[in-house]
């Protein structure tokens, strides 16, 4: 099972761009059938999924925040990263990054609190 | 409001069982595979039952999976007071092309 750890500014002002890394470690993010994750939570509410990506690029993204979100991969350094644009407080959240196989998010990342405001 | 409907919450006395239901449609729980997560207070959630009633490596036989139709049940026996936590379900919607979480139901172990 791999490892996966999120970084990035816990900080970002209104109308800004979000942008996340997640780290892959334990194992290749090129072998095997995976998925990788971004999935957040508002503090004292659900999981929310934000989007996937395959490693050969193609992705899926919550209807939502489609015409937000951006998905890239990097197997060369073993990380994939989130961009969402023009962000709120709406968008204050613990973001998750996580590995998916056969349809189960098998691994998650510790979490980061990303804080939106001025 | 989800998708996916869970009852906000359940409790049961230690050492019993309690049932927590996953209610979809033909899109998504009705034609792909359901999984049930565990999220302690204050920690990422951790993969419980996976393609509907699977259990990863180290997870006790307390817990339990099930699908029938468009509903989903999580089952947990031998109810302990570290079982306190949030449950989601998840599943693929096959329509929309995306996954969805249940509301989560929080476990009380009275």
């Known amino acids: 099972q791999v490892q996966l750890q999120e970084s990035g500014p816990g900080l970002v002002k209104p109308s800004q761009t979000l942008s996340l890394t997640c780290t892959v470690s334990g194992g290749s993010m090129s072998s095997g059938s995976y998925f990788w994750n971004w999935i957040r939570q508002p503090a004292g509410k659900g999981l929310e999924w934000i989007g996937r990506?395959?490693?050969?690029?193609?992705?899926n993204y919550s209807p939502s925040l489609k015409s937000r979100v951006t998905i890239s991969v990097d197997t060369s350094k073993n990380q994939f990263s989130l961009k969402l644009t023009s962000v709120t407080a709406a968008d204050t959240a613990v973001y998750y990054c996580a590995s998916e196989r056969r349809g189960s998010v098998d691994s998650w990342g510790q979490g980061t609190l990303v804080t939106v405001s001025s | 409001q989800s998708v996916l409907t869970q009852p906000p919450s359940v409790s049961a006395a230690p050492g019993q069982k309690v049932t927590i239901s996953c209610s979809g449609s033909?899109?998504?729980?009705?034609?792909?595979?359901v999984s049930w997560y565990q999220q302690l207070p204050g920690t990422a959630p951790k993969l419980l039952i996976y393609?509907?009633?699977k259990r990863p490596s180290g997870i006790p036989d307390r817990f339990s999976g099930s699908k029938s139709g468009t509903s989903a049940t999580l089952g947990i026996t031998g109810l302990q007071t570290g079982d306190e936590a949030d449950y989601y379900c998840?599943?693929?919607?096959?329509?929309?092309?995306?996954?969805?979480f249940g509301g989560g139901t929080k476990l009380t172990v009275l």
């Open positions: 033909s899109s998504n729980i009705g034609n792909n595979y």
């Open positions: 998840g599943t693929w919607d096959s329509s929309l092309s995306v996954a969805f």
């Open positions: 990506i395959y490693t050969s690029g193609s992705t």
């Open positions: 393609e509907n009633n």
